[in-house]
């Protein structure tokens, strides 16, 4: 077996001496890589004890943790952000860019409701009509979409079967009620006004009022127009004695029910999609820099309680040495866990929402604090 060198107490970086070369042209990280391996190897008992890892082994350990940190900072941001971020373009990369809360996709997902409740939404909406037939009262409307070559059904919002609007009948029903004055506006040339009958401004509701007092008269006193809607099966009231057409609105269920809304390509739809990249490492500040010193100690000692496993004991002459590859393991997934536990807790803390509820816990010490502070008592 070939005999591999192991740390001699000094390396060269070069670039290409990491497995992925993801940072091997910053010259941080360049200054950097030397210096973390002879901490490493430090950390791990050298020079009084011989460490079965060589440069290559220290700088992909130091490769690793600047990656682990930047991948911990960068999901962070995503799950702070991501809502605001869903449905931009994957075209440009997020970092050292600011990124700001929008209501884009809260908007986006109240057009739902605005579909629903009829005021807008994000589904187009037709309009159709149906022939009437003399004494004919049901009539077919999936028949109706089926010849109008319409494939998924349809789903019938609105069926225009009103009289003219009540306000055209504004005076209709209170002829000789004492607000039907518009002969005598007339006979003194102010019946060209709109609406004829005083000139004090009255509130809106009086209008609305009005407006609904006319169609419940046409509802109840006079012979009404209706219909009964029963999956898309259409009554109308009374029979028709007459022919002519009806006319609806309706939503393609095709469309309605398709939840692809936009097919631009490009566009971030999912977490993994979110541009983000590899960390700048000399962007990084000291705080981020020491973190991941740590992180790759801890990496380093699991690769050496790895090697160090290969054998348990050692013979040496006259006895043999047991290795302290468990020690090594249980130490290194340790400190990992630990040190993740902490960067996670600090970008927590750091978060939007524990930003603003800090600083108004910090109002309210002040304000408390500010109330304790005696008043000066005036002196004229």
Do not use: C
């Not at 082994?57 to 809502?83: C, D, H, M, P, W």
């Not at 109240?110 to 807008?120: H, I, R």
């Not at 169609?215 to 009404?224: G, L, P, V």
Request: aromatic share 12%; proline share 4%; hydrophobic share 35%.
């Amino acid at each position: 077996m070939a005999d591999i060198p192991i740390w001699n107490g000094s390396s060269t970086f070069a670039t290409g001496s990491t497995p992925f070369g993801f940072y091997d042209t910053d010259t941080a990280f360049q200054v950097d890589a030397d210096k973390v391996a002879n901490f490493i190897a430090r950390r791990l008992g050298y020079p009084l004890l011989d460490v079965e890892l060589d440069s290559g082994s220290f700088y992909a350990a130091f490769e690793e943790a600047v990656t682990v940190y930047g991948s911990e900072v960068f999901q962070y941001k995503i799950r702070e952000n991501y809502l605001s971020m869903e449905g931009a373009t994957t075209g440009s990369s997020f970092n050292n860019q600011l990124i700001d809360p929008t209501l884009s996709r809260l908007i986006a997902i109240s057009d739902n409701y605005g579909t629903e409740a009829g005021v807008g939404g994000d589904v187009r909406k037709y309009t159709g009509s149906i022939a009437m037939n003399v004494n004919q009262q049901n009539y077919d409307l999936e028949t109706w979409a089926t010849d109008q070559g319409i494939e998924g059904g349809i789903e019938i919002r609105k069926v225009f079967y009103e009289a003219p609007p009540a306000i055209l009948r504004y005076f209709d029903p209170y002829a000789g009620t004492g607000t039907g004055i518009q002969s005598l506006m007339d006979a003194f040339d102010f019946g060209s006004y709109s609406p004829g009958v005083n000139f004090l401004l009255m509130p809106a509701y009086y209008d609305v009022l009005k407006v609904q007092a006319i169609e419940f008269n046409d509802q109840i006193r006079r012979s009404t127009y209706s219909f009964e809607l029963v999956d898309n099966q259409l009554k109308i009231f009374p029979i028709p004695t007459t022919s002519g057409s009806l006319h609806f609105e309706y939503y393609k269920l095709s469309e309605k029910n398709n939840p692809v809304k936009n097919t631009s390509t490009n566009l971030i739809t999912n977490v993994g999609e979110v541009p983000y990249s590899n960390p700048n490492y000399s962007q990084i500040n000291s705080v981020g820099k020491q973190w991941i010193y740590q992180y790759a100690v801890a990496l380093a000692k699991e690769m050496l309680a790895y090697i160090r496993g290969k054998y348990t004991t050692v013979p040496i002459p006259g006895a043999e040495t047991t290795l302290n590859h468990a020690d090594l393991l249980a130490d290194a997934r340790s400190e990992k866990t630990a040190l993740l536990e902490n960067l996670r807790d600090m970008l927590d803390q750091t978060s939007r929402a524990s930003q603003l509820e800090r600083k108004r816990n910090e109002s309210e010490n002040m304000r408390a604090t500010l109330t304790d502070v005696p008043l000066t008592i005036f002196v004229g």
